[in-house]
């Protein structure tokens, strides 16, 4: 691609593209009669706007990439561009759903590590229910399921485990059995799409929990040890086999 004249972003769709690439976007997503720009947001975008995802940002009439990977888009509602990478380090970024693993407890904060560059930090009261008397049992080496807050450059992530209502909407701390471990973040959206076949494929085969972080973590617990190795094994092999490799591993697991 040459980065000073662009492309048409809904031709590369697909493709590969490199950090320096310029992405030009169709007129319909240029500067508005209001003199607006594009609305880089994680949230839901009102109808004709677009949402600029992981590994892009803005440059003037498009985007620039700013990760080596796949150009993917979604045209529902104002439609959403992003760079599919195998990125294993996280960058927090606000209203992530994340697995943080408390590494320390200063005063009323814990100290959580979320594989970024610096720790995240929890207040005691950001917990369901939580008084200055009625304090959560969090101990050193506890895995959190929470989200963040408060995320950018020049502040320290801060985490909670409540919702806008106050409610824990399935945060707070994990149980201490199960087995936690990486993958790259790539594969993590996938299983966190709608209507993710891997995960469909993996509930027929064997009950269990599963907590999905977006900073790459992955919590499961099945009914024995055996199974919740099997899953283990299932997930971390999903990077790089087929679909059709996928489903044949199923099969012999099940006996069928």
């Known amino acids: 691609m040459a980065a000073e004249r662009g492309f048409a972003a809904e031709a590369c769709v697909g493709q590969v593209v490199l950090p320096g690439d310029l992405l030009l976007l169709p007129a319909s997503y240029g500067e508005d009669a209001e003199g607006e720009r594009l609305r880089l947001s994680a ?38 561009y992003w760079v599919d990478s195998q990125q294993k380090r996280y960058v927090p970024v606000k209203g992530d759903h994340v697995i943080g693993i408390v590494t320390a407890k ?37 895995l959190i399921y929470g989200q963040f807050l408060v995320a950018n450059k020049d502040m320290e992530p801060e985490m909670v485990c409540i919702d806008s209502s106050g409610k824990s909407s399935g945060m707070g701390i994990i149980g201490q059995d199960g087995f936690l471990f990486k993958v790259s973040l790539g594969l993590i959206r996938k299983l966190l799409a709608p209507k993710s076949e891997i995960i469909q494929e993996l509930s027929q085969l064997y009950p269990f929990e599963l907590v999905l972080g977006m900073n790459g973590r992955i919590w499961v617990k099945a009914k024995t040890v055996q199974q919740t190795l099997v899953i283990v094994n299932i997930l971390e092999a999903c990077e790089y086999m087929t679909a059709e490799q996928r489903r044949q591993a199923l099969a012999k697991l099940s006996g069928n």
């Open 43 to 80: 949230g839901a975008a009102p109808a004709g706007r677009l949402l600029c995802g992981p590994g892009l940002r803005r440059s003037g009439a498009g985007l620039l990439v700013t990760k080596c990977g796949l150009l993917r888009h979604r045209p529902a509602g104002g439609g959403a």
């Open 106 to 142: 200063a005063g009323d904060v814990f100290k959580l590590d979320v594989g970024g560059s610096e720790p995240a930090s929890l207040s005691y009261l950001a917990f369901e229910g939580a008084t200055k008397r009625n304090r959560p049992n969090v101990q050193v080496g506890d």
